[in-house]
């Protein structure tokens, strides 16, 4: 599993349940989310567990403040897969006119989540941030003559994971 999971647990009571508890692993640190009316549920991101094998236990509570714990459920988290990006234009080491335009063009392979963005990067400012295909962005070379810039393009998905490109160098003339 990865991505969003809901999770429910059953839980009853003579007395009322007042709240049941998730965890990941062990019952005592910070749960990962509380429902206090039935269907005892909570949406549970698995991208932030580590990939592997894992237990999802549940505690209720009642009015009177008794506290019961579940058995654990197995479950196997999967790897979370980053994008990946890279800069297919213009080639590393390549040089443009100062006050040119430059089309930055990127190819871009889905990771666990889709794609939200390609954010491109002249150094660490971004030039443009493109939301859909094909991913490309003009990027006007500064006046500074045999300057070198480095850029980059990030993948962003829809969960906020980047996958970084390798640098591409080029040179104003």
Same mark, same amino acid.
């Given at each position: =599993?990865?991505?969003?999971?809901?999770?429910?647990? !059953?839980a009853?009571? &003579?007395?009322? *349940?007042?709240?049941? &508890?998730?965890?990941?692993?062990?019952?005592?640190?910070?749960?990962?989310?509380?429902?206090?009316a039935?269907?005892? #549920?909570?949406?549970?991101?698995?991208?932030? @567990?580590?990939?592997?094998?894992? =237990?999802?236990? @549940?505690? /209720?509570?009642?009015?009177?403040?008794?506290?019961?714990?579940?058995?654990?459920? %197995?479950?196997? *988290? !999967?790897?979370?897969?980053?994008?990946?990006?890279?800069?297919? #234009?213009?080639? !590393?080491g390549?040089? /443009?006119?100062?006050?040119s335009? *430059?089309t930055?063009?990127? #190819?871009?392979?889905?990771?666990?989540? %889709?794609? /939200?963005?390609? !954010?491109?990067? @002249?150094?660490? #400012?971004?030039?443009?941030?493109?939301?859909?295909? %094909?991913?490309?962005?003009?990027?006007?070379? %500064?006046?500074? @003559? &045999?300057?070198?810039?480095q850029?980059?393009?990030?993948?962003?998905d829809?969960?906020? &994971?980047?996958?970084?490109?390798?640098?591409?160098?080029?040179?104003?003339?």
């Amino acid at each position: =599993m990865s991505g969003n999971v809901t999770v429910t647990a !059953d839980a009853s009571d &003579n007395v009322g *349940v007042t709240r049941v &508890n998730l965890y990941l692993d062990s019952v005592g640190g910070t749960p990962l989310g509380s429902a206090t009316a039935a269907p005892y #549920s909570i949406t549970w991101d698995a991208n932030t @567990a580590s990939a592997g094998s894992h =237990m999802l236990l @549940a505690t /209720a509570t009642d009015a009177a403040g008794n506290t019961g714990t579940s058995t654990g459920i %197995p479950v196997t *988290v !999967d790897a979370l897969t980053l994008p990946q990006v890279a800069i297919t #234009s213009p080639v !590393d080491g390549s040089s /443009a006119a100062r006050k040119s335009t *430059v089309t930055i063009q990127a #190819s871009v392979t889905v990771g666990s989540n %889709p794609i /939200a963005r390609v !954010d491109f990067l @002249a150094g660490s #400012s971004v030039v443009c941030t493109v939301t859909a295909a %094909p991913y490309q962005c003009d990027w006007v070379v %500064p006046p500074s @003559a &045999n300057k070198t810039y480095q850029l980059r393009a990030d993948a962003v998905d829809q969960k906020g &994971n980047v996958g970084e490109s390798n640098p591409v160098t080029v040179t104003a003339r």
